[in-house]
């Protein structure tokens, strides 16, 4: 099973900017050890595998925008079950480059850096409380369905 789903992402700011990430994050289920990222132990029941396949940076004036900028994104959500306790844990791998726009150029490298910095803890926070957010409503979602099933059994 694969969907495609249109995020957009909390308002990032940094500097004197406001940026709106849009991202389109592909959602594809695994099951039965089959194309496991390699970190996933092949007994796992089912995984999660999603990636970003497309991205957009509303707001930025043309001056600051950079003439080249990349994002890829891909991670895993899959159930650990240990004993009677079961949780969720993910992988996120991000990968980010880009060329300033002369404007930033002049933002000293220190200062810059540590804007980088925050600025990506922001969006990983942000993709993070997104994807948890969305799964738990469909969860809740497919537990009412399961629920009507079972009383229209009855």
């Known amino acids: 099973m694969q969907e495609q789903w249109r995020i957009q992402m909390l308002p990032i700011q940094f500097l004197f900017l406001t ?9 594809e289920c695994k099951s039965k050890g089959k194309d496991y ?17 497309r ?16 994002l ?9 079950r240990r004993g009677t306790r079961s949780r969720l844990k993910g992988l996120l791998e991000m990968n980010i480059s880009f060329i300033l726009p002369p ?3 002049l933002v000293p490298e220190e200062v810059r ?10 969006l990983v ?7 948890n957010g969305s799964l738990l409503a469909d969860y809740r ?14």
């Open 141 to 154: 979602e497919f537990q009412r369905e399961k629920q009507k099933k079972s009383s229209l059994r009855l």
């Open 37 to 53: 990222p390699p970190q996933v132990h092949r007994d796992i029941t089912k995984v999660l595998e999603l990636s970003i396949t």
């Open 72 to 80: 890829g994104v891909k991670g895993a959500l899959y159930p650990d």
């Open 19 to 27: 940026v709106y990430p849009v991202i389109d994050m592909r959602l």
């Open 55 to 70: 991205w957009e940076l509303k707001g930025l004036d043309s001056i600051f925008e950079p003439s080249q900028f990349t």
């Open 113 to 122: 850096s540590n804007v980088a910095e925050s600025v990506l803890q922001r």
């Open 125 to 131: 926070e942000n993709m993070e409380h997104k994807v």
């Open 103 to 105: 404007m930033l150029a």
